[in-house]
């Protein structure tokens, strides 16, 4: 099973409808975050988190919200989806006690489509 | 503005040479860099980092050089093998914290066999 889940995976959807993204995971890691990947814009931080109080923007967060209802767990949503929110997201976790590596862990990623 | 890019957007490669991704960086108060490899319907995955104390880092078959003269990165991978077909990513971070990643654009690698 990955370690960082994504669901769902594809979602297709009308402008103005509510999004829910879901993101959960099992490292153990206390930082999550969410970014969103469109063709030749590379990765862009939406939000972010670094404990269960802990919310951030990131580069890009109007229109957008979260939620971390746990350490395991971090939601994206979309209150009113309009087209140009259409692109691949990840979810990602960090763990600062892993020595010198600022790695980020990534989930499979979700494919949204607004109509 | 503040930016990290890529050299070249496509990199094709004949299968066991060497491959050389490039990325440039503006930010001078940059600390910390890492390169991705992100598969066809994957996630990215961390490859190597570096810090802006050093200028050479190796792992398994990659090497990252930083030149912080000229605020360039490159990722080099020895002995390049299908397997190593896919989108590479710089990022850089400047802000003391892992939110403050800043990703670039991508170079796609090809190895042809």
């Keep these: 099973d990955a370690d960082v889940t994504q669901t769902p995976r594809n979602r297709i959807t009308k402008t103005g409808k509510r999004i829910m993204l879901e993101c959960s995971q099992t490292k153990g890691h206390d930082r999550m975050y969410w970014y969103r990947q469109d063709p030749g814009l590379g990765l862009r931080l939406i939000y972010y988190s670094f404990d269960v109080k802990d ?3 990131g580069e890009i967060s109007d229109g957008y919200s979260v939620s971390r209802q746990a350490q395991a767990k971090f939601s994206l949503s979309l209150e009113s989806a ?34 | 503005g503040e930016s990290v890019g890529l050299h070249l957007p496509t990199l094709s490669v004949q299968e066991g040479d060497n491959s050389i991704i490039n ?18 319907g994957k996630g990215p995955q961390f490859i190597i980092d570096i810090r802006s104390n050093m200028d050479k880092r190796q792992g398994q078959r990659v090497t990252v050089l930083l030149n912080k003269t000229v605020k360039h ?21 400047y802000g003391g914290s892992q939110g403050n990643l800043i990703f670039g ?9």
């Design chain 1, 55 to 57: 919310i951030n923007k």
């Design chain 1, 82 to 115: 309009i087209p140009n929110q259409t692109a691949l997201y990840f979810c990602a976790t960090s763990d600062p006690g892993t020595g010198e590596t600022g790695e980020l862990f990534f989930g499979e990623g979700s494919r949204l489509t607004v109509l």
């Design chain 2, 73 to 93: 990165l490159s990722l080099q991978i020895a002995a390049t093998q299908p397997g190593d077909s896919a989108v590479y990513f710089c990022a850089e971070n």
């Design chain 2, 23 to 40: 990325c440039a960086y503006s930010n001078s108060a940059s600390d910390y860099f890492i390169w991705y490899k992100q598969e066809s």
């Design chain 2, 105 to 113: 654009k991508g170079t796609k690698l090809s190895v042809k066999p």
